[in-house]
């Protein structure tokens, strides 16, 4: 198995609290400074997204619901993306720059979260 690493050199002083793949060769990187951004693993590109909550706040994890072609089992792009955060609530975004919804889960950090296989419930915690 051959092993390739890229190391992503951009100006942002914050440190990378969660990242996922959204299945096409790119990411979405959660940073301590409550943004999120998208980098392109073909482009080398790092765009910021959005800001996910207050300054008092930042995202602690993150998961992405996939839409998938059952014969191929192969992943099509993004349905929702799940992100917790570190004040207590959980945010979903349906597009990339855009959060659609934001729940006021818990007390304290939301520490993790993730989405049932068929996308029909979700977990937080």
């Not at 096409?24 to 998208?38: A, C, M, P, Q, V």
């Not at 089992?73 to 720059?97: A, D, F, P, R, Y």
Request: net charge neutral.
């Amino acid at each position: 198995m051959r092993f390739k690493s890229t190391i992503l050199k951009d100006s942002v002083d914050q440190s990378v609290v969660c990242i996922g793949w959204t299945g096409n060769d790119e990411i979405i990187i959660g940073r301590s400074d409550s943004t999120l951004s998208k980098w392109s693993q073909a482009t080398k590109e790092n765009i910021k997204l959005c800001d996910i909550s207050d300054e008092s706040s930042y995202p602690i994890d993150l998961h992405m619901l996939s839409s998938t072609q059952r014969l191929t089992n192969k992943t099509v792009g993004i349905e929702q993306i799940l992100i917790t955060s570190s004040s207590g609530k959980l945010h979903l975004m349906s597009k990339i720059n855009k959060i659609d919804k934001t729940v006021d889960a818990h007390e304290g950090n939301a520490t993790v979260g993730k989405w049932s296989p068929d996308g029909s419930t979700l977990l937080t915690g």
